[in-house]
């Protein structure tokens, strides 16, 4: 007799964590262009009434906490996670965010996560990070080691999670509007800038189809 726990029907095609960002609602409107459902799951809903809407659903989660991502991402297709959080160091929110993520995702059946990753973890040589560079400014290193673990958790997760870090340039403009084009490498340094809505055509494309890149951190730029 099979005992294979059944994955839950897919009722909304995307769960974005960290919906109340500048990426996370980038996102979201760039799914909802394309005619994508989704769930926008904040820490605090009363904060972000704006995002519900037509085919946006808002719900509250914290998404340091297994139960509570798994709970919000049952039924969905795939998730985005765009979450930050100025309130918790990022050596322990980042881990944390990142270990409830695995865990809560298999949890609920979904396999497919979309990461927004930072700059700063790119290589600019072989096994060499932007962030190892003795002129790197230290007031940034912790923020960006933080990120760098989450990475690690992710390479070092179960195989059934398909996953993928789609990593921006340092400068990721917010107010240029999309150009419609963007360029792909791997885990490299690999341009200067992105309009910020071309990033979330980047990270859309990531959830299907034939851009989809897999177990892998990328990077993006114009």
Excluded: K, N
């Excluded at 809407?53 to 914290?62: E, N, Q, S, V, Y």
């Excluded at 979309?114 to 060499?128: D, N, Q, R, S, Y």
């Excluded at 230290?138 to 080691?145: C, I, N, P, Q, V």
């Excluded at 509007?177 to 071309?198: E, F, K, N, S």
């Amino acid at each position: 007799m099979d005992r294979t726990p059944a994955t839950p029907a897919t009722t909304t095609d995307l769960v974005v964590f960290g919906a109340g960002g500048q990426v996370g609602r980038a996102v979201i409107a760039e799914a909802r262009r394309r005619g994508l459902t989704v769930t926008a799951a904040v820490r605090a809903p009363e904060r972000h009434p704006d995002l519900a809407g037509p085919g946006i659903t808002l719900a509250r989660c914290d998404v340091t906490d297994p139960a509570a991502v798994a709970t919000t991402a049952r039924g969905h297709a795939a998730a985005v996670s765009t979450v930050h959080t100025p309130d918790v160091p990022a050596g322990d929110f980042y881990p944390a965010a990142t270990r409830a993520l695995i865990s809560g995702l298999a949890t609920a059946g979904v396999h497919r996560l979309v990461h927004v990753g930072i700059a700063t973890t790119l290589e600019t040589a072989p096994g060499v990070a932007v962030h190892d560079d003795p002129a790197f400014p230290e007031a940034h290193r912790a923020f960006s080691l933080g990120h760098a673990a989450a990475l690690d958790l992710l390479r070092d997760s179960p195989a059934t999670l398909d996953w993928v870090v789609v990593t921006p340039p340092l400068d990721l403009d917010r107010t240029a509007p999309g150009t419609g084009h963007y360029r792909v490498g791997g885990p490299q340094v690999l341009g200067d800038r992105i309009a910020q809505a071309d990033l979330a055509a980047a990270v859309t494309d990531q959830l299907t189809g034939p851009a989809a890149r897999h177990r892998e951190q990328i990077a993006v730029a114009e």
